[in-house]
Nanobody, 115 residues
Framework: QVQLVESGGGLVQSGGSLRLSCAASGSIARINVMGWHRQASGKQRELVAVIESFGSANYADSVKGRFTISRDNAKNTVYLQMNSLKPEDTAVYYC?????????WGQGTQVTVSS
């Protein structure tokens, strides 16, 4: 079994920063992809950023230059540093782990950006 536990969400003013963390536990494969998705109220879940085991990362156009994804393989943890936050970044942020053809999701953490 795999468990993902997110932390770091909260309320921040526009222009501020937050750092999300997601720790994976259980049967974690050496080769995997970890990432962040988000879902705003009334909208579909969308990809924010993903990072492969060896560090290759991809970002949604809407967050390029503002968000940075990183990971610590020794801790099976992925991070999302979010800078220059905007009200439209308000959403529930979900951590995701893809390995051996299976997706695992965290419970989500709320990020609210006030204008």
């Amino acid at each position: 079994q795999v468990q993902l536990v997110e932390s770091g969400g909260g309320l921040v003013q526009s222009g501020g920063s937050l750092r999300l963390s997601c720790a994976a536990s259980g049967s974690i494969a050496r080769i995997n992809v970890m990432g962040w998705h988000r879902q705003a109220s009334g909208k579909q879940r969308e990809l924010v950023a993903v990072i492969e085991s060896f560090g290759s990362a991809n970002y949604a156009d809407s967050v390029k230059g503002r968000f940075t994804i990183s990971r610590d393989n020794a801790k099976n943890t992925v991070y999302l540093q979010m800078n220059s936050l905007k009200p439209e970044d308000t959403a529930v942020y979900y951590c995701k782990l893809l390995q051996v053809g299976s997706n695992y999701w965290g419970q989500g953490t709320q990020v609210t950006v006030s204008s």
